[in-house]
């Protein structure tokens, strides 16, 4: 008996050998013109070899339009359609943001929502889901969200809803920490417990430098010479233009801009004892001209770098301590100094509310001195 023809947009059971070491994951997936083709991914292991297969399923378009979804196509049919349309408006999305949704959408919501048919996707639907993937992945939950509200805003403009069910699910109060940057003492004893590292010798550079200069771990570790003007004569000056980002499931990798995009590009006016550390490690670059290189020259790994600042904190006292703290630490010394538009400045912040919210420390407050008011509410000395 002949096998059924898959639907539209849709692939069939994935299989994964190993093939000279290597991983492949291969499906039949039926594309838009009716014809079913072979689809395969490889990786280091099964498992990544899948979630890259399943990724490239997602944005595969073949004459895939609009014209085609009707309240019996499915969700994951939706995203298809509205995930490469999302990249053509936004198209200064990172390449960190794209690895985030495409991962969310491959791992999370079609394998939990895929089959089910647009019409059938009620707000109670929905929320109950989310509600479940707050409880069990909270940190991804949010992002699940935004994406389903933003693929049934399409929906409900292409007209396959009367409206967006995903507009009105459960939002989640977010558990914001307050920000926490290291007091002088603690720096102290940060340090001294750096100094007497003996292997993985860059990770006292690399902590000096990213609280110098107030920098996420990925642009600090991005850090090429050719970005650096440290003789200056308006002062040392370091030009922030990239970051290393890790993808789930794929290797880290140099993004040629930071977290915000090309927007994210700025100079920043070192400190001279920053420049003493950028001035020396410059000397020494390879031909891949990184100032923060491994062995083999090539971009250190970012979860290499926290497993070894893990070790160092322990030892030193300090077990709540990550890197994105001495960025916080750098920003509270700069809005106590100079305030905090100042501060907001100089992180490149889009308000002043998400630097003090996110990243300057509490101070106890002082009020103003009223004292020679005050002074008139003395007791009279008795006569």
């Known amino acids: 008996m002949a096998r059924p023809p898959l639907d539209l947009g849709t692939y069939g059971r994935i299989n994964a050998v190993v093939i000279n070491g290597r991983h492949r994951a291969r499906t039949r997936y039926r594309d838009s013109d009716g014809t079913t083709r072979v ?28 014209a085609e979804l009707t309240p019996e196509s499915t969700v994951a049919s939706l995203l298809r359609v509205w995930w490469p349309l999302k990249q053509q408006k936004k198209k200064n999305l990172s390449t960190g943001t794209r690895a985030s949704y495409e991962d969310i959408m491959a791992r999370i919501i079609i394998p939990g929502l895929g089959e089910i048919r647009i019409r059938e996707a009620t707000t ?11 409880e069990r992945r909270p940190a991804q939950a949010d992002l699940c969200r935004t994406i389903l509200r933003q693929a049934f805003d399409l929906a409900a403009q292409w007209d396959l809803l009367a409206s967006n069910p995903a507009r009105a699910v459960s939002t989640f109060e977010k558990d914001i920490k307050e920000p926490r940057g290291l007091t002088l003492d603690e720096l102290s004893r940060w340090r001294d417990q750096l100094r ?58 140099l993004q040629p801009h930071t977290k915000e995009g090309p927007a994210g590009r700025r100079t920043i006016v070192a400190p001279d004892w920053v420049a003493e550390i950028l001035a020396r490690r410059a000397l020494l670059v390879g031909p891949s001209g ?57 992180a490149d912040h889009a308000s002043p509310l998400v630097t003090k919210t996110h990243y300057i420390t509490a101070r106890t407050k002082v009020g103003p001195d009223v004292r020679p008011a005050l002074n008139r509410l003395a007791p009279t000395k008795p006569r």
């Open 39 to 66: 689809v395969e991914r490889w990786g280091p292991s099964a498992a990544a070899a899948t979630r890259d297969l399943k990724s490239a399923l997602i944005n595969r378009q073949h004459g895939e339009s609009g």
């Open 290 to 346: 990184l100032i923060f290189a491994s062995r083999n020259d090539t971009l250190l790994n970012p979860h290499n770098v926290r497993e070894a600042w893990r070790r160092e904190r322990g030892r030193a006292g300090l077990d709540w301590l990550v890197p994105h703290n001495l960025r916080k630490t750098a920003l509270s010394c700069i809005e106590e100094v100079y305030g905090l538009e100042t501060a907001q400045a100089f």
């Open 196 to 253: 007497q590292v003996r292997h993985n010798l860059w990770i006292a550079d690399v902590s000096e430098t990213q609280l110098g200069l107030g920098l996420r771990i990925g642009e600090t570790l991005a850090l090429r010479a050719d970005a650096l003007d440290l003789d200056n004569p308006a002062g040392p000056r370091v030009l922030i233009h990239a970051t290393v980002i890790t993808p789930h499931g794929k290797p880290h990798a």
């Open 124 to 134: 109670k639907k929905l929320d109950s889901w989310l509600i479940k993937q707050q």
